[in-house]
């Protein structure tokens, strides 16, 4: 039943005086998610952005944009490279690579200095790993120049592990419904006027992108008992969101510990479930762009059960 | 810098018919320690037992039960299974077999899982892991019949991750002496009356081993500042002695975080440094001997620095 929910992340922002990403052929973006080892389930679209619930995660496309999370055993970097060919490493303005840290790192066929050191054949740039190895951490790679995207640019990515309560029973039962859990996880209400696709795997899993103009919010959920991982992400300022969006997320799920990971976007540990943040960091990438890392755990201690093997 | 502190161990039982293994040639033991990829450094010995430090730290040799440990890269299940098969397997009363969660466990040769399998083929048992996988965790394997052994017998285990203060500093010093550590961790108090036998490693690293009569403490310590890890384990009943042992060693250390793992002994949690006990677990093996796990924090928020790669 185990299922690395744990993704890999691009973000690339080419030049603006390039084509519209948007106006590449489908058979491009097929490619791309393949070498991944991932496929596109579904596609939703505004006139701002394109929106692909993958196999293993998501693809968002704008014009000078794309955002992509795979997750399982997928090789995002392999996807990352090819891309960055494709398009001419010279029309790459800014590209951050991410990789959260796995529950079984050992299985993945790649490591992040692995994957960086490849990426670093054709763009410069920084890497670093927030958080101590033995507890939760992220390793992020950025390249570029930051001062050529949008000073507005933020993204808000809210990790959660070991959810409990009552939505997280329900996600692991055997009937449920992309609706219900549309009611149960309050998206009607946090992201009102988001037009969206979800999608439920076999056995477990559900997955769901929202897109309204330019903005985007998406949501993978691996219920798992032993190993539950949820992700949100957004670029919705959720600091001038009239609900406080990752606060109600996390009392809905209810997970034991959690990281929140900002660019250009610090967001206030919530009250529920009660918590204390054991760790936290925040760091300048360029002049004007922060990256913010915090890694919270409820207060209550845990009764663990040994796992058999 | 880095060096991997966690260790593997292996405590096994044999039949109290059987000859001593303190009679063995030194040969048996240079080439059991050889196996797991290390040397013997030193011995020190009384009427019950051979101590003996290890480049990857210790072995204790009694006349029917022997305790090793060792760390960074060591391979001990391949002396595990030697010795064993040496032995005869009829003659094994019982046996654990412990890994400890790396910092980067995908630099080991093999998994826990990986040495059960190879485990198995020789002695049956019981495999658990405690803790969850994106947190510390630890593997034992139980094999045999506990009722064969002492009631008596206790173990403990503290497992400190991240080490601060002035003794931390110290031991990341280049000039550093044995005696200065030794009155530093308070040992003439704590483990009054005992033998030791301490070994300073190039660049950094300090290992003491300390006997009295059928009771030892044995301490490594892997200061560097990014992964630091000192282990501390004896089988003197912690709840019977004069001192708070655990809790002198974790006030002076100063670990950000710290497991602790009792067979047959339950360690009350320290009050410095302050802390919360995020997580905890007791399971009985067999009847009459319970493995207890407890794995505690810093209650004051840390500031993470990035580390750049």
Redesign the interface.
């Known amino acids: 039943m185990f299922f690395e929910g744990s993704e890999k992340k691009a973000e690339i922002w080419i030049e603006p005086s390039m084509a519209s990403l948007r106006a590449l052929p489908q058979s491009f973006w097929i490619k791309m998610v393949s070498l991944a080892k991932a496929d596109i389930l579904s596609q939703i679209s505004n006139d701002q952005c394109d929106a692909y619930l993958l196999s293993e995660s998501s693809l968002f496309v704008w014009d000078h944009k794309v955002v992509i999370l795979t997750c399982g055993l997928s090789t995002l970097i392999d996807s990352v490279n090819d891309f960055i060919n494709s398009l001419g490493t010279d029309n790459i303005l800014f590209l951050t690579y991410q990789r959260k840290?796995e529950?079984?790192?050992?299985l993945q066929s790649s490591?992040?200095?692995d994957d960086?050191t490849t990426l670093k054949q054709i763009v410069s740039g920084?890497?670093?790993?927030?958080?101590?190895?033995?507890?939760?951490h992220h390793?992020i790679f950025t390249s570029g120049d930051v001062s050529l995207i949008s000073a507005q640019d933020n993204t808000c990515e809210v990790l959660m592990?070991?959810i409990s309560g009552v939505v997280a029973d329900y996600l692991r039962t055997e009937q449920q419904s992309i609706s219900k859990i549309y009611a149960l996880l309050q998206l009607d209400e946090l992201f009102a006027g988001f037009t969206y696709d979800a999608h439920l795997f076999t056995p477990l899993g559900f997955s769901i992108n929202g897109i309204k103009d330019d903005l985007y919010y998406t949501i993978h959920i691996t219920p798992q008992e032993?190993?539950s991982y949820v992700s949100f992400e957004t670029n919705v300022d959720l600091n001038h969101s009239p609900s406080n969006i990752a606060a109600k997320l996390l009392a809905i799920l209810q997970p034991?510990?959690w990281d929140i990971i900002g660019f250009n976007s610090v967001v206030a540990g919530p009250n529920m479930p009660e918590n204390?943040?054991?760790?936290?960091?925040s760091?300048p990438v360029k002049q004007g762009y922060n990256?913010h890392?915090s890694h919270y755990?409820q207060?209550c201690?845990?009764?663990?059960?040994?796992?058999?093997?």
Not at 126 to 136: F, P, Q, S, W, Y
Not at 276 to 281: A, E, M, N, R, S
Not at 301 to 309: M, Q
Request: neutral net charge; contains cysteine; hydrophobic residues 35%.
């Open positions: 840290n529950y079984v790192a050992h490591t992040f200095i960086i920084t890497a670093c790993r927030v958080g101590h190895l033995d507890n939760h390793y592990y070991h032993k190993s034991r510990s204390i943040c054991l760790g936290h960091c760091y990256i890392f755990q207060l201690p845990e009764v663990l059960s040994p796992e058999f093997l």
